[in-house]
């Protein structure tokens, strides 16, 4: 029978892995399941606040295949606006308009119309069929 537990991952060496559950116990991991999930065994000990589901059997400890109402947020999601950031992108462009005259095309128009003239240049004058 084994009990489902939260622990952090404080150790991997040759045998497998050192993992310290959330109530202070050490237990191993076997070195199959440290092979078997390696990424989330190297994630766990390189970010210390992560702790991750084990199925507990005795003094050995298995990772468990986690279900998503398991997953335990660690930090809050970063913030997608930044005032002061949208602050200074608008500053910039708006530095930016007295580039471009108003009176003739942008400069993207008379890249593109430059372009049709040089290729009109190598167009031939009667079109084979």
Same mark, same amino acid.
């Given at each position: 029978?084994?009990?489902?537990?939260?622990?952090?991952?404080?150790?991997?060496?040759?045998?497998?892995?050192?993992?310290?559950?959330?109530?202070?116990?050490?237990?191993?991991?076997?070195?199959?399941?440290?092979?078997?999930?390696?990424?989330?065994?190297?994630?766990?000990?390189?970010?210390?606040?992560?702790?991750?589901?084990? #199925?507990?059997?005795?003094?050995?400890?298995?990772? &468990?295949?986690?279900?998503?109402? @398991?997953?335990? /947020?660690? +930090?809050?999601? %970063?913030?997608?606006? #930044?005032?002061?950031?949208?602050?200074?992108?608008? &500053?910039?462009?708006?530095?930016? @308009?007295?580039? /471009?005259? +108003?009176?003739? %095309?942008?400069?993207?128009?008379?890249?593109?119309?430059?372009?049709?003239?040089?290729?009109?240049?190598?167009?031939?004058?009667?079109?084979?069929?």
């Amino acid at each position: 029978m084994s009990e489902r537990v939260r622990g952090s991952v404080i150790n991997v060496h040759n045998l497998g892995a050192i993992v310290r559950l959330e109530d202070g116990r050490l237990v191993a991991a076997p070195i199959g399941d440290v092979n078997k999930n390696r990424a989330a065994y190297t994630r766990a000990l390189e970010h210390k606040d992560v702790t991750l589901p084990f #199925d507990l059997a005795g003094r050995m400890a298995v990772l &468990a295949q986690t279900r998503v109402d @398991e997953v335990v /947020a660690t +930090s809050e999601p %970063p913030a997608l606006t #930044d005032p002061s950031f949208e602050a200074q992108i608008a &500053a910039y462009l708006k530095s930016t @308009e007295a580039w /471009a005259p +108003s009176d003739r %095309p942008q400069p993207f128009e008379r890249h593109l119309i430059r372009k049709r003239q040089r290729a009109r240049a190598y167009q031939p004058d009667d079109p084979r069929p």
